[in-house]
T-cell receptor
Framework: GEDVEQSLFLSVREGDSSVINCTYTDSSSTYLYWYKQEPGAGLQLLTYIFSNMDMKQDQRLTVLLNKKDKHLSLRIADTQTGDSAIYFCAEVTPYGNKLVFGAGTILRVKS | ETGVTQTPRHLVMGMTNKKSLKCEQHLGHNAMYWYKQSAKKPLELMFVYSLEERVENNSVPSRFSPECPNSSHLFLHLHTLQPEDSALYLC??????????????FGSGTRLTVV
């Protein structure tokens, strides 16, 4: 079955690194995504990683994928107050033909 | 704007009312989706449309009735809702219903409160 789990809350100080973790269950997932939701807004695609990669870097964002443990993480370097939002991990499978989301992690950045 | 527009942004309705949520995209996408977002719960996929045909209905109560008159528009008709239906309803679209590198494009959602 498909199930995505995330911790609900993370608090960091401005300038520190944030690491948001996610575990998923479907080993046939082809793509894994990170979405960001700011207050009052819909979900915005931040980054994605293909399942045959173990790392992807995009400016301040680093995505790490451990396929063996079915673990995905998002690291935000030099976290800013504007990074405060809810971050959703999502997986898509070729058989499910849909995105399956976690419950989201609330990131709070303290200045 | 993300390319997917949802109206209204906020809606308060009584349990006996009938209302509709609207979603519009001009991205040339062929698939559209309704999601329900409740606090501290994963996003719940409600309906999937591909080329105006409903391809998935995830055991959604009949008080929610979707309509997709064309590939650019998606509606969610609401009637006799319950207070527990209060949530943020998100519309999304994608090029196809199979996974692609760019995922989905989401609207900003309609915040629904049932009183």
């Amino acid at each position: 079955g498909e199930d995505v789990e995330q911790s609900l809350f993370l608090s960091v100080r401005e300038g520190d690194s944030s690491v948001i973790n996610c575990t998923y269950t479907d080993s046939s997932s082809t793509y894994l995504y990170w979405y960001k939701q700011e207050p009052g807004a819909g979900l915005q695609l931040l980054t994605y990683i293909f399942s045959n990669m173990d790392m992807k870097q995009d400016q301040r964002l680093t995505v790490l994928l451990n396929k063996k443990d079915k673990h995905l993480s998002l690291r935000i370097a030099d976290t800013q107050t504007g990074d405060s939002a809810i971050y959703f991990c999502a997986e898509v499978t070729p058989y499910g033909n849909k995105l399956v989301f976690g419950a989201g992690t609330i990131l709070r950045v303290k200045s | 704007e993300t390319g997917v527009t949802q109206t209204p942004r906020h809606l308060v309705m009584g349990m006996t009312n009938k209302k509709s949520l609207k979603c519009e995209q001009h991205l040339g996408h062929n698939a559209m989706y309704w999601y329900k977002q409740s606090a501290k719960k994963p996003l719940e996929l409600m309906f999937v449309y591909s080329l105006e045909e409903r391809v998935e209905n995830n055991s959604v109560p009949s008080r929610f009735s979707p309509e997709c008159p064309n590939s650019s528009h998606l509606f969610l008709h609401l009637h006799t809702l319950q207070p527990e239906d209060s949530a943020l309803y998100l519309c999304a679209s994608s090029q196809e219903i199979s996974g692609d590198p760019y995922g989905y494009t989401f609207g900003s959602g309609t915040r629904l409160t049932v009183v």
